[in-house]
């Protein structure tokens, strides 16, 4: 062994030993550092912020949950993007933020934060074994941010209840609550007419530019900034004043429960009844300014998925049956990856002219993160799933794992995370486009060089994690664990991760020769089991017992 792995596997056992609840520590930290020297020795370090890629393998031993699967391309993706996530995290005199871009982008707000992706950055990162990295970020966005925080449509309360479920902190849920209730009544006065219920907004302020829509609005003339009551901005209102409403009942607010349980049920119900194409059988767009008698377009949109992403749907076969679309090449399915508008329609297109972003066609991981989240609650959640399986959901995963990659300049294959996909080439669209955008280089007016690159945008250690492993945080103290896992996998373990301050982890072998800890689904709670089932199923643990 050389003396380079001799001392890095040293510094790994220090890191990894100074917590008396570590030393139960499952998995071999090597697995790590093998993932990280292949990142780091591929990588073209352009901007640093925070944690270094030096610094790297030390920051992510102490702070990500380990993996051991069968699926080395999942495996390897799910490394890769905690890898790419540390990139973004920034120390600011606001504290810690987390970055959606490394070079700095004219559109960003303070510390060249964006609240678009946020929510699915919050997800991600609720994870981190260390808590300080999000409880600041979210502190940012609701003391520090200033309007930044509806600068896009941003599911915030819903993000922090997630948090919330994994780092649990009431008196600091307390606190925010005003602060959540601010916010979604400013969105209740900037974007709701007084006498409705619904929620408009701009495509571009969706973070959805150029859509497919928002042509149709527009007399089928391609244009950005089209105003309309989406799918998606009304799911976000939704399910944030569930969780209003959810932080509300657990200070024994009643009153505040009973408002925002009220505002998410009338949100329902109008979705329900004017978002629903009865014709398409899917969740679509309908014109701002509409009357009784308008009907929503006639266009199948991957945000029409979104609803399940907050539980919203129904649970019957006439909503549920949508679901068909996902794996249907006239609808969403490609070969690199989900459409973002379906195939089928006129207007879809895959434009290497115009606007770098075009949501009309191409495959955008912050689309692809949302709907994957919304399939684990269908198939969690409802009994009418439309005909789909878990095998579905690792199909799409392993889809969605496998273009995390690109051909560099030496022609040699490496893990790469960007802004948008050729559906059908797996060409990272979006970077294409840009790195010959003015004068045959990048343009700083764009963001300059390498702008999407390890792009901050979208989610996957968290899909991997809460769904494929299925460990379902929760703000009470019920540990809930429902796999996704393929049936044919004999083994699998998910191992440091810290949940509610305990240290789980949970493992599944079916011969009891892998981890040689038994045989079954197991759960060890701070090195003890406490937890076990024959089969992969739904497994349950109270805290409160202990």
Known sequence: MRIKEILMLGLLFIILGCDDKQHFNLLNSKILQTYVEKFNGNDEELYIQHISNDSALSFLARNIPLIEIPDKEIEETYYFRWWTYRKHIKDTEDGFVITEFLPKVSWAGIHNTINCPAGHQIYEGRWLRDPKYIADYIS????????????????????????????????????????????????????????????????????????????????????????????????????????IASIAKLMDSASITDVFNAKAEAIQNEVHSRLWNEELGFFTVLPRDFTDATQPLDIREIIGYIPWYFNLPDDEDVYSNAWKKVMDTTGFYAPHGLTVCERAH????????????????????????????????????????????????????????????????????????????????????????????????????????????DYNHSGFCDLVIADLFGLKPRIDQVIEIKPLTPDGWDWFCLDRIRYHGKELTILWDRTGEKYHRGKGLMLFIDGELKAKADQLQRLTFDLNVL
């Open 140 to 243: 940012f966005w609701l003391n520090d941010s200033g309007d930044g925080i509806r600068s896009y449509s941003f599911w915030v309360a819903d993000a922090v209840l997630s948090f919330q479920s994994v780092h649990q902190d009431i008196s600091e849920l307390s606190s925010q609550l005003p602060r959540l209730i601010d916010n979604y009544q400013e969105w209740e006065r900037i974007r709701r007419d007084s006498a409705r219920t619904l929620f408009w907004q701009i495509d571009d302020r969706d973070g959805m530019e150029y859509s497919a829509s928002g042509q149709i609005l527009n007399d089928g003339i391609l244009i950005n900034k089209m105003a309309a009551v989406r799918p998606s901005i009304n799911s976000y209102m939704y399910g944030d004043a569930k969780a």
């Open 346 to 453: 006129p207007y879809f297109a895959i434009n290497y002219t115009g606007h770098a972003c075009q949501w009309n066609g191409p495959s955008w991981p912050f689309a692809t993160t949302q709907t994957m989240k919304a399939l684990s609650n269908l198939l969690n959640n409802y009994s009418n799933t439309g005909g789909l399986t878990k095998e579905e959901y690792y199909l799409l995963l392993s889809q969605y794992a496998k273009s995390h990659t690109i051909v560099n300049e030496r022609g040699d294959k490496q893990n790469w995370i960007d802004e948008n996909i050729n559906p059908f080439t797996g060409d990272w669209l979006s970077r294409t486009r840009l790195k010959t955008w003015e004068n045959g280089t990048w343009s700083e007016k764009k963001g300059g060089v390498e702008r999407g690159k």
